[in-house]
């Protein structure tokens, strides 16, 4: 029996989270705690604490003690609707809605899919933190004749250490990488870590031609994407052609707590950034389908 | 209403063109004939909704779809037309911009338009991409603006030539609703970057569509085939007669049970139905006068090359009638759903049906057929359909996501020989991801989709990066200020959620087929 991963969602057609289309397994937990963050359910591991149980308007909740007479949420998908109701219940944010998947479970469920997509990625939360998952599901899809075609890439948040990356890396095809601040206090703000690890992965895989994407988050007076902008596009610049740089407005949905009352970033915004960032010969550019 | 009334009404509507009035004139007048001969059992049904002869006239003086050999029309030129033999490509597309005209359909402009890319290439030999280019693109302008009909369709595909190229940029730059297009797909001929390029064209522009073309050739002889209107396959040099639809939903009421539905209402209300594709067919054949006319005697189109359409319709609701399902809508989302389209018993359910049809249609022998049968067809729906959903489609509003879509209905492809179509609805972000929307083309026809359509729409629901949100949720959550508490994924949300309905509506594929007023 190989490694076991804790799943947030699994999302069977996506089309932006890397190069054609997708499967894309957002795993839970994450070592960040953006203030900003869209989805804050999916940082923290649910501890079967039952409070949630109760809320469940349609009983698709239940704690049962496990083999060890540990108690454990148990979460039938087939009845909830996804009200969402425990999301909000919850005292850590964090949410019951989790499933465990093995790697042959995992490779089934791609399986089903494997006409309609191009490749898989592993999103989170922070996907790297189950790593020794991810490595399993990727080297057994590279060593699998009907599915060696499609591409593996992780979307991080680029904390993994340069040794974490270097074991993956005979199986990863490529990387989508935020980079969420330039200055090192700006980005401890935003999100409780250094951004120093994050410049090294950056570092790292655009040296291995494995950097897909790295993606900018825009908070107006937050964040000092508009502040930094000769240093960043000098940054950027230095980079592969090849690397897509996509520029994320930050928007209020999903956020709680005092990210609240951010400004969220416009289109206009959004537009003069871009436009200064290409003035200083940053190419490759994607920007928001959608301002929300 | 009295007719003279109508006819009134119609000569003074303010919004219709005179063109338009004089066809609706033209179908009161029919309307006005005596119905063919049919029999009582016949008639109530078809009063009853159950069976439906798509408005197609009292007395059918034209086929419902007609499929003229235009290669054969600009090698020959046409002694009725006074054309000589196409010379080059200006002659041969001011001669189907005159043949055109002479080619009737149901709605009275042509459905078919042909095989465009094969036949005209013969005739851009040594000119030069820029060339083609521009002179197809005045066709183009030229189809829209004087046949406005967004049933005319053209084929392209499946080898790789200039002017199948030249065709899918014009249609990409221009957007026009006319003329529809079909892409043939053949994964043994079509190289990868060609099909990516009319993915790509889906996603500017909803076409073409793109036809599964080993499937389709494989129904039909060595003379080919054609793919017009809204997904018809046709015989090529033939075409369908006329078109009469079951009303699958009326027909799973009229059942006790489910053996009762297979065993004894099914095959009557076929039996009806056929009764209905005898009379017309009978009298199209052999009291019109079609078949004399020049497209006959030139040899463009032959007569034993037409065939009946058994339309059906219908299929989702009368599989949850049958087992008994409640409605389905946001009131009622049953978990697991047992409704068609999501649960695996109803989808197999469904295809039982479908085979049950297949079976019918390919035992039963017709007089004025496709080797002596009719063709069974998945039909689009039209304008008056209420609360029935076309063909063997999800209905609109509760589909499952692309993939789980495409892998319910699958099965149903191989059994509609004249047709079939299941439109997927692909939320915006595919648009700037062309590669996407080409996979999933591919694993559709992979699973034996016979045509793959796709619209790409704004939805309500839209992906973004890591998670799923609800457009209107947050519409109401910016008008809301900064509340603090996360209203929005509260109960109320939930209940006002109508997620189910937010996909966007596909219209309907026919016009209404007679003046309603």
């Known amino acids: 029996m190989g490694r076991v991963a804790t799943v947030n969602q699994i999302i069977p057609f996506s089309c932006v989270d890397g190069p054609g289309s997708r499967l894309v397994i957002f795993l839970q937990g994450c070592n960040f705690n953006c203030k900003n963050c869209h989805n804050p359910y999916t940082i923290d591991m649910c501890d079967s604490c039952g409070d949630c149980v109760a809320t469940c308007p349609v009983n698709a909740l239940s704690l049962n003690l496990d083999k060890q007479g540990k108690s454990k949420i148990v979460w039938d998908s087939d009845k909830c609707t996804q009200c969402d109701i425990c999301l909000s219940t919850c005292p850590k944010q964090s949410s019951p809605k989790i499933r465990q998947y093995s790697v042959e479970q995992m490779l089934e469920l791609i399986r089903r899919q494997v006409h309609f997509i191009n490749g898989i990625t592993v999103s989170g939360g922070e996907a790297t933190l189950q790593l020794p998952f991810i490595i399993e599901l990727f080297q057994a899809i590279k060593a699998s004749d009907d599915l060696s075609h499609l591409s593996c890439m992780i979307d991080s948040n680029g904390y993994l250490t340069e040794g974490g990356w270097q074991q993956v890396m005979p199986y990863l095809d490529g990387a989508m990488i935020d980079l969420k601040s330039w200055q090192e206090h700006t980005h401890r703000y935003i999100t409780g870590r250094d951004n120093h690890r994050v410049f090294s992965s950056l570092k790292l895989l655009a040296a291995e031609g494995k950097l897909y994407e790295i993606r900018l988050l825009y908070i107006p007076k937050i964040s000092d994407i508009d502040s930094e902008v000769n240093a960043i596009a000098g940054y950027l610049t230095q980079l592969p052609d090849s690397v897509r740089v996509k520029l994320n407005a930050f928007q209020h949905h999903g956020v709680t707590g005092e990210a609240r009352l951010w400004d969220t970033c416009s289109e206009q915004q959004m537009l003069e950034l871009a436009a200064r960032l290409t003035e200083r010969g940053v190419g490759n550019l994607v920007l928001p389908n959608v301002y929300l | ?517």
């Not at chain 2, 439906?52 to 290669?71: Q, S, T």
């Not at chain 2, 000119?127 to 005319?152: C, G, N, Q, S, V």
């Not at chain 2, 249609?171 to 190289?191: R, V, W």
């Not at chain 2, 946001?330 to 039982?352: F, Q, T, V």
Request: with cysteine.
């Open chain 2, 1 to 517: 209403m009295t007719v003279k009334n109508r006819l009134a009404q119609i000569t003074r509507d303010p919004n219709l063109s005179p063109k338009q009035k004089s066809n609706f004139l033209a179908l009161e007048a029919e309307a006005s004939l005596p119905y063919m001969a049919i029999s009582d059992a016949v008639s109530e049904a078809k009063n009853s909704g159950i069976i439906c002869d798509m408005f197609e006239g009292n007395a059918p003086f034209k086929p419902r779809y007609v499929l003229p050999d235009y290669a054969k029309f600009l090698q020959n030129g046409s002694e009725y037309l006074e054309l000589s033999p196409a010379q080059d490509l200006d002659e041969a597309l001011n001669a189907l911009t005159i043949i055109y005209h002479h080619v009737p359909s149901v709605t009275n402009i042509p459905v078919y338009l042909g095989q465009l890319d094969d036949i005209l290439l013969p005739f851009c030999q040594g000119l030069e991409p820029e060339a083609i280019y521009r002179k197809l693109k005045l066709f183009w302008i030229m189809l829209d603006r004087t046949l406005p009909d967004a049933f005319m369709h053209v084929n392209i595909g499946p080898t790789d030539n200039i002017v199948c190229r030249t065709i899918l940029r014009v249609d990409a730059e221009l957007k026009q609703i006319a003329p529809n297009l079909t892409f043939m797909y053949d994964p043994e001929i079509t190289p990868d970057e060609l099909l990516q390029v009319a993915a790509s064209n889906i996603c500017e522009c909803s076409k073409p569509h793109i036809a599964n073309y080993p499937l389709h050739a494989n129904s039909f002889d060595d003379k080919g085939f054609g793919i017009v209107s809204c997904y018809n396959s046709l015989p090529l040099a033939g075409g369908a007669n006329t078109l009469v639809r079951l009303n699958l939903k009326q027909v799973a009421l009229k059942a006790s049970s489910v053996g009762d539905f297979f065993t004894q209402v099914l095959p009557h209300y076929c039996q009806l139905t056929y009764e209905l594709i005898d009379a017309r067919a009978k009298f199209l054949h052999e009291e019109s006068n079609f078949f004399n006319s020049f497209l006959v005697k030139e040899g463009l189109i032959e007569e034993s090359r037409f065939a009946p359409m058994f339309g059906i319709y219908g299929m989702a609701e009368a599989v949850n009638i049958l087992q008994g399902s409640p409605d389905f809508n946001e009131d009622n989302i049953d978990k697991p759903s047992s409704h068609y389209g999501h649960n695996a018993a109803a989808n197999a359910l469904g295809h039982k049906i479908s085979k049950a049809l297949d079976g019918i249609v390919k035992s039963t022998q017709v007089k004025y057929g496709y080797n002596g049968l009719a063709l069974l067809h998945s039909q689009g729906g039209i304008s008056i359909d209420k609360d029935v959903t076309p063909g063997v489609r999800i209905p609109y509003g509760t589909e499952p996501n692309p993939i789980a879509h495409i892998q319910a209905l699958a099965e149903h492809h191989q059994y509609y020989t004249s047709g079939i179509s299941d439109i997927l609805t692909i939320d915006e972000t595919v648009k700037a991801n062309p590669q996407a929307m080409m996979q999933l083309c591919k694993g559709a026809l992979s699973l034996g989709f016979r045509e793959f359509t796709a619209n790409v729409a704004s939805n309500d629901l839209v992906r973004v990066t890591g998670y799923m949100i609800k457009l209107s949720d947050i519409a109401s959550f910016k008008a809301e200020g900064s509340r603090t508490n996360t209203t929005w994924l509260g109960a109320e949300a939930a209940q006002n959620t109508k997620i189910l309905e937010r996909q966007p509506r596909v219209v309907a594929h026919e016009h209404t087929p007679a003046y309603s007023k």
